[in-house]
């Protein structure tokens, strides 16, 4: 499998998906932050889709949703 830098439109639709996920899960972003172990600041700039992130960053928002990666990547438009 290939990996490829995301466009601003395919984060921001990456982010939305988490997000709504989240809320479904998390009280706050804090929460899922914590249940991430990544700072919240990160985790409020992926779920707008402002920032890019690393495998291992998505593999931990993934498990704290108890989803795996590939069924959200299939979600988006790549």
Do not use: H, Y
Not at 8 to 34: D, M, V
Not at 51 to 71: P, T, Y
């Amino acid at each position: 499998m290939e990996f490829w830098p995301m466009s601003e439109e395919q984060l921001i639709q990456l982010g939305k998906l988490i997000n709504g996920r989240a809320k479904a899960s998390f009280t706050s972003n804090l929460e899922f932050a914590s249940a991430c172990d990544i700072d919240e600041k990160s985790i409020r700039r992926i779920l707008k889709g402002k920032q890019n992130f690393s495998i291992n960053i998505f593999s931990k928002i993934c498990s704290a949703l108890g989803v795996k990666m590939s069924e959200l990547l299939s979600e988006i438009d790549l």
